[in-house]
């Protein structure tokens, strides 16, 4: 393929009048000096640096992109035409017949654009197949590895709490403190464990150097290696802790993965601010 670089591809859904969805996709080209493969897709995903909106890559080429995106403006377009006649009609008032005659036009409107974008849906969707494998292997393992009872912690001072693995000679001798974890816990468990902690004054966060490699190593695939600060966004943690080396503040209360309907990606109590003009909201890894 001449002139090869990476598109990067955002997943969006959009609420149709009848209640169905249609999904569609942001992209952006980056050139590339070489010829990029698998790593370069994998690196891509890790750098996106956001939890709470999955964003691919696939190889392709600026005018596919142009392409691609052209036909999500014209979607969106369309769809915004279809959704004002209804929002006007409910603004308005009025009988509701007029009511029922203008929800349907927007029903009809937005499913003929819907299946207008269909072709190149189905055409990202089938350039972002070959990757999605090795990013599912990757979320796997990091999900895998935050399910471990492995981890403890110690006080290590009046403001910082040091977290260890039992299962890993710890690069320091751990001091002796009345203030640590009794057993082995998962790291759900563990963020549990130390959230109420920050009420008493401890607000930094040490994580022992021997056991983030030994947690690199289970989630790192022969494809590409896996960062301590991947794992900590994949797993779920970032979706209310967002720095590792400190504490959130004693009030924040974790509860797992929290998640829109709407959506597989987590969130913060919201959704990021869609584009422009477009009422889209972030579609999860893997949804159509």
């Known amino acids: 393929m001449a002139d090869t670089g990476l598109i990067k591809v955002k997943k969006w859904v959009r609420d149709l009048a009848d209640g169905t969805s249609c999904y569609y996709y942001e992209v952006a080209y980056t050139a590339m000096d070489h010829e990029p493969g698998l790593q370069d897709i994998l690196a891509a995903y890790e750098a996106a640096g956001n939890c709470y909106m999955d964003s691919e890559a696939v190889v392709g080429t600026e005018a596919e992109c ?51 974008y269909r072709p190149i849906h189905a055409e990202v969707r089938q350039r972002l197949a070959p990757y999605e494998a ?92 896996v960062s301590f600060r991947y794992w900590w966004r994949e797993a779920g943690h970032g979706a209310w802790w967002l720095d590792p080396t400190r504490l959130p503040r004693a009030h924040t209360e974790p509860s797992g993965t929290p998640s829109s309907p709407r959506s597989s990606s987590p969130s913060i109590g919201s959704w990021p601010t869609s584009p422009p003009g477009t009422g889209g909201h972030p579609g999860g890894f893997g949804t159509f």
């Open 66 to 116: 142009k392409r691609w995106e052209a036909a999500r403006r014209t979607l969106l377009r369309r769809l915004d035409r279809a959704s004002r006649i209804e929002r006007a009609a409910l603004r308005l008032g009025g009988p509701s017949a007029a009511l029922t005659w203008a929800t349907t036009w927007s029903s009809r409107r937005g499913k003929r654009a819907a299946r207008a």
């Open 134 to 225: 090795a990013i599912r292997e990757r979320k796997e393992r990091c999900h895998a590895a935050a399910e471990k009872t492995v981890w403890g912690w110690v006080v290590t001072n009046s403001a910082t709490v040091y977290l260890y693995r039992h299962d890993v000679p710890a690069d320091i001798p751990l001091p002796e403190s009345d203030r640590r974890s009794q057993e082995p816990l998962s790291a759900k468990s563990l963020w549990q464990t130390l959230a109420p902690l920050s009420a008493t004054g401890v607000t930094t966060v040490e994580w022992d150097t021997a056991a983030c490699r030994a947690l690199e190593e289970e989630c790192s695939t022969s494809s590409h290696r």
